[in-house]
C-alpha cells in the first residue's frame, strides 16, 4: 500500500504531467477521437446511460466520454466531468460550452458528488497511485444498483497508437522499463481488471474487448501525434541527447515504427485493443 507521501507525489507528478500535454492532446483530439468515439459509446451502452440520468466522467481529461454521455441524458440530466489537470479541465469547459446539464470539476476522488446513477471512466483507473481506494469512492458516489463502465488499455504491444511511439522514444534514450505501480497498462490483464472492483464491493462483474481502429494520415502524422503528446520527462530526456525533441534522428525512428503499419494510400492503421469492465454497486 502506497504511503501517503508517495501518493501525493504520484498526485502531482500526474497533475503537471497532463497540464504540459494539455494542448498537444487537444491539437490531436479530432484525429484520436475518430476512433477513440467508439469507446465513449459503448462505455456509454454498457453504462446504460439514457434520458435524465445523473452521469459522473472520472478522469476526463478534455471531456470524454462526459460529452458522448450528455448528449444521452439531455437537458433533463446532468452530466459531472472529474480530472486532477486544471489546464485539461479548463479544454473540457471550452468544448462543453453552450450544453446545458454539463460540469467539470478539479481534483480527484476527494471533489467526486454523490447520487450518481452511473460512473464512466475511458483509460484513467490504471493511473491511479490507490486503486482499491478509488474504486471504493467511485462505488460510494453511486446510487444502489448504479452502473460503473470503465475503459482500459490492453498489453503495449496490442496499444501501438499509444505505446509504439514512447517505446521509440524509451529506446533511443536507453531507458529502463518503467517499474510496477500506476501507469497506462497496469490493469492490461483482464482477472485483474474483473477482480479489483470485485475487491472494492462490485458485483455482477464483466470485461469484455474492443479493438479501437486508430488511424492517421501518414507516418509524419504518427511522428507529431508522439512528440505532440510526450510527458515533459522524456521531452527533455530529449532535448538533452539531442539538442531538442524533433531532431531528424528522433523523426526518422518514430516514422520508420509507424512504416510497419503502413496502408494502402500512405495512412497509417494502428488498431489497438481496449479492455472494457462494467460493474454494479
Known sequence: MPTTGE???TRAEQTATWDAVSDGWLAWTEDFERAAAAVSAELVRLGGVRAGQSVLDYGTGLGEPALTAAD???PTGEVVGVDLSPRMVERARERAAGRPGVRFLVGGAEVVPGGHDVVLSRW???????RPGLLRALRAAMRPGGVLAAAVWGPPAEVP??????GVVSRLLALDPP????????LADPEALRAEPAAAGFRDVEVTELAVDFRLASPDAFAGFTL???PPRPRAALRARYGDERHPDVHRALVEAAGRYLVDGGGVRLPSRCLLVRAVA
Open 7 to 9: 501518493l501525493d507525489r
Open 72 to 74: 444521452v441524458v439531455g
Open 124 to 130: 484513467v483507473l490504471p493511473l491511479a497511485g490507490d
Open 179 to 186: 517499474p510496477p505501480g500506476p501507469g497506462p497498462f497496469s
Open 228 to 230: 505532440d503528446v510526450l
Open 161 to 166: 497508437m499509444i505505446a509504439l511511439g514512447f
